[in-house]
């Protein structure tokens, strides 16, 4: 299980054991009853001590894609924080260009959208990321949320910042509210940022992607990446930030996958919910995890 205990942080593998322990032995044969009783009780400061040598980084970081779209900031209102978020549907956007270290010629990028209230994230490849690659990945993702989206919340980049995906957006029967970050302020986008390194590096690393036929092997590789993540894998949620002196004192809420938060929220239909635990009830971590695994050493064999 690479994909994810030495991906996630210890808090995080602590509160998925739980979940994950009666796939395991749907897999491989009932835990015995001490071994079982260990990895309930285990705490997660020992699980990041365990755990320590698989989490050894690689590679070098990769080059930022971001060119501002200067005309239409006046049309696009500026959010820098997003506290009044109780319900699901206003996402978060933001692209990760696989160019290693350059930007130059055409190559792959990938966009993700992250709901800020349940942490729900979907992951689409695109061709540099023009606009109608962007909106068609934009509608695809569109197709597999629990909910319906009701915010688009992006940087300054230009393949956010434009008259057709501002149309795309707007120009619906319940048109979409947008808002964008400060230039050069990261943070103005954090639920999202946050998921270029466990999402987009974690999954297809750093290197250069720049054969076009890997677009679709690479999106059929990403609804099983999203499935296993938003199903599977818990996430933890800033709960307060206080600033104390020179320092930020910062308390999180108690790690949830993103399913598990919807599941938990009213705002949500039971049609909704009864989908999901239709999906939970047909879904096995470690199934996902060997199917994702085999197409992500088939895809990253065609990139070197």
């Known amino acids: 299980m690479w994909l994810s ?24 044969g009932r835990v015995a009853e001490d071994v079982r009783h260990r990895l309930l009780e285990i705490s997660a400061r020992t699980l990041d001590r365990l755990m320590r040598s698989v989490r050894k980084r690689h590679g070098s970081h990769g080059k930022c894609g971001t060119k501002p779209g200067n005309l239409l900031r006046h049309q696009i209102p500026i959010k820098t924080e997003h506290s009044d978020v109780t319900k699901p549907g206003v996402m978060e956007a933001d692209t990760v260009a696989h160019c290693w270290i350059s930007l130059e010629g055409d190559f792959m990028w990938s966009l993700t959208l992250t709901d800020i209230c349940s942490t729900w994230t979907e992951n689409r490849a695109v061709w540099n990321k023009g606009y109608e690659g962007v909106k068609r990945a934009i509608a695809d993702i569109e197709t597999t949320l629990p909910f319906r989206i009701t915010g688009f919340h992006s940087d ?3 393949e956010f910042l434009n008259h057709h995906l501002i149309r795309f957006l ?7 509210a947008m808002s964008r970050g400060r230039p050069y302020h990261k943070d103005d986008t954090a ?33 099983d990446w999203d499935l296993y993540n938003n199903l599977w894998i818990p996430s933890l949620k800033l709960v307060e930030k206080v600033k104390v002196g020179s320092h930020y004192i910062k308390r999180y809420d108690k790690p949830k ?48």
């Open 5 to 28: 205990a030495g991906r996630i942080c210890s808090k995080r593998l602590h509160a998925a054991i739980s979940q994950w322990l009666p796939c395991y032995e749907e897999r491989c």
């Open 156 to 158: 300054n980049g230009g």
């Open 170 to 176: 707007r120009q619906r029967g319940e048109p979409v």
């Open 191 to 223: 639920h999202v940022e946050q998921k270029n390194n466990t999402h987009v590096r974690g999954l297809l690393g750093y290197q250069r992607i720049e054969n076009p036929a890997l677009l679709n092997p690479i999106n059929a590789l990403y609804r």
């Open 257 to 304: 996958t993103p399913c598990q938060r919807l599941m938990e929220s009213p705002d949500v239909s039971e049609a909704v919910k009864t989908h999901l635990a239709s999906l939970l009830a047909n879904s096995n971590p470690f199934y996902l995890d060997m199917l994702i695994q085999k197409k992500r050493t088939e895809i990253l064999s065609q990139c070197r």
